[in-house]
Every structure is written in C-alpha cells, then in structure tokens.
C-alpha cells in the first residue's frame, strides 16, 4: 500500500524558515517523481514543486521566486521542502504527492503550516 | 500561471448527471491530453478521478468520466450520488513545464 507521511508543519513567524519532510513507502520511490501541492484555509489547490525521480531536475510555480527548494534523498525514501522567507500567504496545507505519468497519483493527508507572528 | 476558471458550484438531483468545466488556453489545456481530475471531501486529501482526459484508475465509478474539446475540459458525473458530494478540481500540464490547478468546483447533491 503506498503511504505518504508529511511531517515538518508548524506555526513560524513572517520571514523565517521551515523545513517539510516525507516519508515515502510502499513503492520503489527511486523510481518517481514526486511534487508538493498545497492548500491554503477554505481555498483551492497549488502546484508548488516537482522533482525527477534521481533529483537532477526540479521545476517551481514562478510565484514562489526562489524562496523554496525541493530535494530528495533516495537511500531514505524521504522527499523534502526547504522554504525560506515565509509569508503570510504561504499558511497552507502542505501534502506530498507522488507524480507518475502527468498526474498525481497519490497524495499524503497533509501537514500544516500557519505564517503567524 | 493563475488558475483555470471553474465554476464555482454544480448541483443536481440524485441519479441526475452533472458536468464540470475546465477551460484553458492553448499552453495548458488544449495543448496536451495530460488533464486530470480531483475529488476531495471535506477534511481529507484530495483523490484522483481522471488522468489524461479520459481514463479512470482502477477503483473509480465509471458514473466519473472526462473528454476535451479544444481548451476546455470537463468531468461528467452520470447517476448522481450522495456520496458524490465534494470539491472537484482539475489540473493540466502546462507549456513551461509546471502544472495548474483549476479553481474548484463544489458539487451539492439535492
């Protein structure tokens, strides 16, 4: 069964930092993509970052200018997102999602993460 | 790249059929078949319903169905049924590589 599992969410102040992690298992992970969406409180969805399956290439929504970074680590089945500068508008759930052929197949419950001072 | 305009709400009566727009542009819906389709019930992650346009994971009603003609999309849901009663929200590959999701529709059974 492939379970993905957010972990990292949390209350932080305007302009600090944040780290998100996923575990990933029930599935060869060295073998996907994988992205982050997120959800911000009573609103629709964002595509947020994807990563290529050995982590070499990775895209971003242009919105987020440089202040997230997506990384993996294979040998931990973990995918991971760095993100620097929050905003108050970056207060979302955050869920990992495994990317397979154009579409997200699987998706995490979520991990939240409120920009509050 | 702002999201895909959908409508805001659909509702029907049970064993009703109902549909759900997703219109784009020529960089995003109309120029690929990689449209996909969401289902998320309050409180939960969201679920797959449709990918490519058209196909169904296994596990999926086949009340659930998807087709494209020129920049829009759309999801049909045939036989309405309580349990149908959720946010939908579609999702297309774009030309820069990213993805966007449209804006989310919420079905409301009567």
């Known amino acids: 069964e492939v379970q993905l599992v957010e972990s990292g969410g949390g209350l932080v102040q305007p302009g600090g930092s944040l780290r998100l992690a996923c575990a990933a298992s029930g599935f060869t992970f060295s073998n996907y993509w994988m992205s982050w969406v997120r959800q911000a409180p009573g609103k629709g969805l964002e595509w947020v970052a994807k990563i290529q399956e050995n982590g070499n290439e990775k895209k971003y929504v242009d919105s987020l200018k440089g202040r997230f970074t997506i990384s993996r680590d294979n040998t931990k089945n973990s995918l991971y997102l760095q993100m620097n500068s929050l905003r108050g508008d970056d207060t979302a759930v955050y869920y990992c999602?495994?990317?397979?052929?154009?579409?997200?197949?699987?998706w995490g419950q979520g991990t939240l993460v409120t920009v509050s001072s | 790249q702002s999201a895909l305009t959908q409508p805001a709400s659909v509702s029907g009566s049970p064993g009703q059929s109902i549909a759900i727009s997703c219109p784009g542009t020529?960089?995003?819906?109309?120029?690929?078949?990689?449209v996909s389709w969401y289902q998320q019930h309050p409180g939960k992650a969201p679920k797959l319903l449709i990918y490519?346009?058209?196909n169904r994971p296994s596990g999926v009603p086949d009340r659930f169905s998807g087709s494209k003609s020129g920049n829009t999309a759309s999801l049909t849901i045939s036989g309405l049924q309580a349990e149908d009663e959720a946010d939908y929200y579609c999702s297309s590959y774009t030309s820069s590589g990213t993805y966007v999701f449209g804006s989310g529709t919420v079905v409301t059974v009567l």
């Open positions: 999602v495994r990317y397979s052929a154009y579409h997200f197949d699987y």
């Open positions: 490519e346009v058209s």
């Open positions: 020529s960089s995003d819906v109309g120029g690929y078949r990689y």
